[in-house]
């Protein structure tokens, strides 16, 4: 059974730091490119590319809103994905979602609440 279990969301200030992670199972973790993805409220129908990493880590990919200030990351013997977000904004509130993505198939998270807000 395939599982993406998203964790580290809550409520943070402006200006500060959270982890997310996505752990991993049911599939080889390792053939797959890791994505986080979000969707702010009040737009149920857009999910944004946040950040992408390759299978093996070597690329990664960031949206321009995030470049600087989020790092993402894996680690294969943990079948774990990371994301490192810092200087958060009010504007990167949103339901944080992790993808596996293959030629084959694609596998979504749960999703966790980020809120930026003082």
């Known amino acids: 059974q395939v599982q993406l279990v998203e964790s580290g969301g809550g409520l943070v200030q402006p200006g500060g730091s959270l982890r997310l992670s996505c752990a991993a199972s049911?599939?080889?973790?390792?053939?797959?490119?890791m994505s986080w993805y979000r969707q702010a409220p009040g737009k149920e129908r857009e999910r944004e590319l946040v950040?992408?990493?390759?299978?093996?880590?070597?690329?990664?990919n960031y949206a321009d809103s995030v470049k600087g200030r989020f790092t993402i990351s894996r680690d294969n013997a943990k079948n774990t994905v990371y994301l490192q977000m810092n200087s958060l904004k009010p504007e990167d509130t949103a339901e944080y979602y992790c993808?596996?993505?293959?030629?084959?198939?694609?596998?979504w998270g749960q999703g966790t609440q980020v809120t930026v807000s003082s």
């Open positions: 049911g599939f080889t973790f390792s053939s797959y490119t």
């Open positions: 950040a992408a990493i390759t299978s093996a880590g070597g690329i990664t």
């Open positions: 993808n596996a993505d293959s030629p084959r198939y694609a596998y």
